[in-house]
């Protein structure tokens, strides 16, 4: 790992972790973890090479945003299928907040490999 890598991903973490710090439990959630990782490591296996090479890293990041959708869609159709009778305001909120989770680990996922990646390619 290069110094300018190790930099930029401090300095990313950090500010999301400062927006993040205050409703940091509202954006955990373990299935959509397993979700999203599960979609990147898949499609990560997919491609030859060095573990952290950049073809890996880069179907990671599309991997990892795919799931983060299907994701969303599962969660979607499992809200869609559970209404009933009752009132939405109860309920609908902190369900869409979860099946959003996965879009949201996706993108992230993506914007960590995406700065490895920038780091290693040349000028």
Do not use: H, Q
Request: a neutral charge.
């Amino acid at each position: 790992m290069n110094k300018t890598m190790v930099m930029a991903l401090i300095v990313f973490l950090a500010i999301n972790y400062m927006v993040l710090s205050e409703s940091m439990t509202l954006f955990i959630d373990a299935a959509s973890i397993v979700m999203v990782l599960g979609g990147a490591v898949s499609f990560a296996l997919c491609r030859s090479g060095e573990w952290l090479s950049v073809s890996r890293l880069s179907n990671a990041a599309e991997g990892a945003v795919i799931a983060g959708w299907l994701g969303a869609l599962y969660g979607g159709v499992m809200i869609l299928s559970n209404i009933d009778e009752r009132p939405l305001y109860e309920w609908m909120g902190s369900a869409c907040a979860v099946m959003l989770l996965t879009v949201v680990y996706g993108y992230f996922i993506k914007a960590l490999c995406r700065l490895v990646v920038l780091s290693r390619v040349p000028d």
